[in-house]
């Protein structure tokens, strides 16, 4: 991925300039006549020494006029360069808003791969970090380089035109001056600037992990750990960012510097054309007032360029955000499946995890016929929920392909193909939103009865009608404030009102007391008529009314058929699993 530099930069940021194209090109027009104009007053100055100067008593009309034309440009440029603040707070405020929501939507649209080895926070950093340092890189360039460029550049010219020993000596001192500072903020201070962003982003990974895994911290009074984790981290970028600053504070210095011996040769200049009568008292008034003018441009240039430095390091990351490939992205001309009965076939399919030595699937087949009903069984890690992710093309395959209703799930979108794919996770995530917002994310446009008749399928309502603001209450991040039986129910009432033609449930029950999960159960039983099903299972007693039961190991089905087949195999894996489970309960009860 290429690292930002300015002209990768400023391809991305004119991009979101010209979405307002109108905007733009006014705001740029008012600016460049706001600099004209201040460029203007130091001349006017002189006009109105020399006005006085050469003035008789009696005879003050040469003198008002000068001081007419002076109080104009500073009026006209204190107008303009008001008029200048408006625009571009329209326009900043505008492309902002857009940088953002782009971001958003790729990093939304990047693999779950992708999402399970970054940190939450850090991520929102580097967004919102982004899109605040377009808005100072915009803000550097509209009150600070251009102006300073047009400021350095006429004043160079008219100095060069009028007298061309002093237009040489600012023009070599701007030069020699604008090749240190960006020589010391490019080879100088961008590594340390780099380096301290780094940190920046690993502070906020820390915080972000920590806090949402509060709870946990809790339960192992860890408090003390964490913030020895996180003091750690902070003393790494505490050292890094007073390098950073230290180095700019030195180039500092050394513009300074460079900015006297501009005001010594400038001025010097001057004054020895005053002694050859080659200037007037006003000419060494404007040229006062102009290299007061310029130093102050160039020390605000100086400003500006370890700005733009610092600015481009930070839109780094939204830059790669934004040119960076979708891992499973949809091919072009993708259709939107319509699933009209539900058969899944897995055909030939090959499958291995980035990172893994060996593949999970190697031609693997499987034909699942609509509206049946599958339990998937086995150890940990054999493969029933990498089956489902594949489903859901969380992944893509390395070979073979995965058909639903005959159509390749490769070649259809993705939005299409996870609406017809409902979930109930083992551990449900919700919105720190309002109860019947997250039943009725599965569809936006649910009636409020609706909701309600989900809820009671899974017996939402038996808790909600305890709460003060029933189905209005706030959940909680990540639905924290209810319980982890409640969080399941509402994730199936989610399920239920999704209504889709498939269903994956990955061990819904685990979370629910004995009662609950016999209410549970036959909801369950109505919400899987007529779909396919697909029932992850680590407690064996949910699958055992099942059409069909797969037992995975490694990556393979070992065992296929329905739960009084398989037990009548004396040696078989799903009996041994059974047998193993209900001995379990066996001895907890006789220990009890």
Known sequence: MPKAKFSRVMRFVVHYWLLSPRLFFTLVAVRVLSTLVDVSIPLASGWLIDAIASGQPGDSGPAIRALVVFVALGALFQASRQIVTFL????????????????????????????????????????????????????????????????????????????????LVVGVSIVVFLIVTVLLAVLWIRPANVEAREWDSKMSGVIADSITGNPVVKSFAAEGREDQRFGDVAKGWEWRAIRSWDRSAVSG???????????????????????????????????????????????????????????????????????????????????????????????????????????????????????????????????????????????????????????????????SLREAVGLVPQDPVLFHRSIAENIAYGRPGATMDEIEEAARLSHVDEFVRDLPKGYETLVGERGVKLSGGERQRVAIARAILA?????????????????????????????????????????????????????????????????????????????????TQTGSFLVADAAE
């Open 88 to 167: 571009l707070n329209r326009l900043s405020a505008r492309a902002i808003t857009t940088i953002g929501r782009d971001a958003f939507a790729k990093v939304q649209r990047f693999s779950s791969d992708w999402h399970a080895n970054s940190f939450a926070g850090a991520t929102v950093r580097k967004i919102t970090r982004g899109m605040t340092s377009f808005d100072t890189f915009t803000d550097t360039l509209a009150f600070g380089l251009l102006p300073a460029f047009i400021v350095v550049v006429g004043v160079t010219g008219v100095f060069a035109w009028r007298w061309p020993i002093l237009g």
């Open 253 to 415: 210095l050394i513009q300074a510097f460079l900015l006297v011996l501009l005001q010594i040769g400038m001025l010097g200049t001057g004054v020895w054309l005053w002694t050859q009568g080659r200037a007037s008292p006003g000419d060494i008034a404007s040229l006062i007032a102009t290299q007061f003018l310029i130093t102050g441009y160039l020390r605000d240039i100086a400003q500006h360029v370890r700005s733009v430095q610092r600015t481009i390091n930070d839109m780094d990351d939204v830059l790669d955000f934004r040119d960076a490939d979708l891992q499973v992205a949809d091919v072009p001309g993708a259709k939107t499946l319509a699933v009209t009965r539900g058969t899944i076939a897995f055909e030939d399919v090959t499958f291995k995890y980035t990172g893994a030595r060996e593949p999970l699937y190697e031609h693997f087949s499987l034909l699942i016929p609509a509206g049946q009903r599958v339990g998937l069984v086995g150890q940990s890690g054999a493969g029933k929920s990498s089956f489902v992710k594949l489903i859901q093309r969380l992944y893509d395959l390395d070979g073979g392909r995965i058909l639903i209703d005959g159509h390749d799930i490769s070649k259809v979108t993705q939005t």
């Open 499 to 579: 209504a889709t033609p498939i269903l994956i449930l990955d061990e819904a029950t685990s979370s629910l007391d004995s009662v609950s999960e016999h209410y549970i159960r036959d909801a369950m039983d109505k919400l899987a008529a007529g779909r396919t099903t697909m029932v992850i299972a680590h407690r064996l007693s949910t699958v055992q009314k099942l059409d069909r039961i797969l037992v995975f190991d490694r990556g393979r089905i070992v065992e296929d058929g329905t739960h009084a087949e398989l037990m009548r195999r004396e040696a078989g894996v799903y009996r041994r699993l059974v047998e």
